[in-house]
């Protein structure tokens, strides 16, 4: 009897031991990226490169500032696009869970979740830039806000539902029009995980590089004019990424350090909002 309650400790340990083995193994790749980059790149980072723009080839010195304030717009703008879309198809979803409408609209979201990037780019394109015959800021975010839409949709539809039902019907009870009872009560209730939806989707974009070939394409100077083409950090990276100047090549290491640090950011936020939340419901 002994003896197999020992044999079974021990194949209790070794399992644990694998599953701990293969558990730093996933997390190893994660692991030696953020050392690579922070290695390479933390060392560019200073006044100039933070603030300053890109100098023409042959120059020394120049900064990536025309990249994170054209990320900045990109964010804003696709936000601005995809929040309301996404919120409101996630409020839809959660009331009406039958329906023809709603399972096609479940239907699209899932296809659009899976959907290359590079293929919403060349939509994008072929919506905005060949009509008004320019990359624009404007292209790149309606190509991200695309692919923003459905983890906000999805993530306010499931938040919505583990909503009690005894506060909607408290609320249509004591006589409050069907829209405040929504915008009032059920939206505010879940706040915190439609913040992390929100956020979330953000953090995907903000390193998409494929659709901003197609839209936003790039600018070497200063643009906050929605209208023409702006830079981005991702389109910075490639392009310092793919030159021949070693130079370039570390500032491609230092535009992808605080690409790294802003997503990082997002992501930690966005799951303490999501404990936070969890622990509220």
């Given at each position: ?7 079974r ?7 644990k031991?694998?599953?701990?083995l ?16 922070t ?5 560019v ?69 899976g ?39 999805k ?22 029009p ?59 990276i ?27 950011a ?16």
């Open positions: 009897m002994g003896g197999h309650l020992r044999g400790l021990v194949k209790d340990l070794a399992f031991g694998i599953v701990c293969f558990a730093f193994l996933s997390l190893l790749p994660l692991f030696l990226i953020l050392y690579y980059i290695k390479n790149g933390i060392a980072i200073d006044w100039d490169f933070l603030f300053h723009l890109p100098r023409p080839i042959g120059e020394t010195g120049g900064g990536v500032a025309n990249a994170i304030v054209g990320t900045l717009m990109l964010i804003v703008l696709s936000s601005v696009i995809s929040i309301p879309c996404g919120i409101t198809a996630g409020i839809y979803l959660s009331e009406n869970k039958e329906g023809k409408l709603s399972n096609t609209i479940r239907l699209s979201v899932i296809v659009l979740q959907t290359p990037s590079i293929v919403i780019g060349i939509i994008a394109y072929l919506w905005i830039v060949a009509p008004l015959k320019t990359f624009s800021a404007l292209s790149g975010g309606v190509a991200l806000s695309v692919m923003m839409l459905p983890v906000i949709v993530t306010t539809e499931e938040t919505l539902k583990l909503i009690p039902y005894h506060l909607k019907e408290a609320s249509l009870a004591l006589g409050v069907y829209y405040k009872t929504i915008l009032k009560v059920i939206l505010p209730s879940g706040l915190s995980g439609i913040l992390t939806g929100i956020l979330l989707s953000v953090a995907r974009i903000t390193g998409e590089t494929a659709p901003l070939l197609f839209t936003a394409f790039g600018n070497q100077f200063m643009n906050i004019n929605i209208f023409k083409p702006i830079d981005s950090l991702p389109y910075r490639f392009y310092y990424a793919m030159s021949p100047y070693p130079e370039w090549h570390s500032f491609a290491w230092g535009a992808s350090f605080i690409l790294v640090v802003l997503t990082l997002l992501n930690l936020i966005a799951r303490g909002i999501s404990a936070k939340w969890k622990t509220r419901f």
